[in-house]
């Protein structure tokens, strides 16, 4: 059974940082490109970050340029969003997502990804 778990959120105040993980088991994703997504309340899930399966494209949304960085280690089938200069609109759920094809190189669409995590809350305080 494939599953995919966040951690690293918390309520942090402006200007600090937090780092995200996702880690995945029941199988192995070194082949697929990953993402991550957020979701604040009364608003539409959107694109965060994505990395290719490899680790050597990343994507991201204009809001979060130059703040958040994503990475992967794909010998611990794992991701990570390092968030930093955190601000209030960063307040969200985030999820992490893996997509469905193999070879990807991290798309910024949600119906691209297979399978997803449960959320990690994200809290920023003014």
């Known amino acids: 059974q494939v599953q995919l778990v966040e951690s690293g959120g918390g309520l942090v105040q402006a200007g600090g940082s937090l780092r995200l993980s996702c880690a995945a088991s029941?199988?192995?994703?070194?082949?697929?490109?990953m993402g991550w997504f957020r979701q604040a309340p009364g608003k539409e899930r959107e694109f965060v970050a994505a990395?290719?399966?490899?680790?050597?494209?990343?994507a991201y949304a204009d809001s979060v340029k130059g703040r958040f960085t994503i990475s992967r280690a794909n010998a611990k089938n794992t991701m990570y969003l390092q968030m930093d200069s955190l601000k209030p609109e960063d307040t969200a759920t985030y999820y992490c997502?893996?997509?469905?094809?193999?070879?990807?190189?991290?798309?910024?669409?949600?119906?691209?990804?297979?399978?997803w995590g449960q959320g990690t809350q994200v809290t920023v305080s003014s």
């Open positions: 029941g199988r192995t994703f070194s082949s697929h490109a």
């Open positions: 990395i290719s399966w490899e680790g050597g494209r990343t």
């Open positions: 997502a893996v997509e469905l094809l193999p070879g990807g190189l991290g798309s910024t669409r949600a119906y691209e990804y297979r399978y």
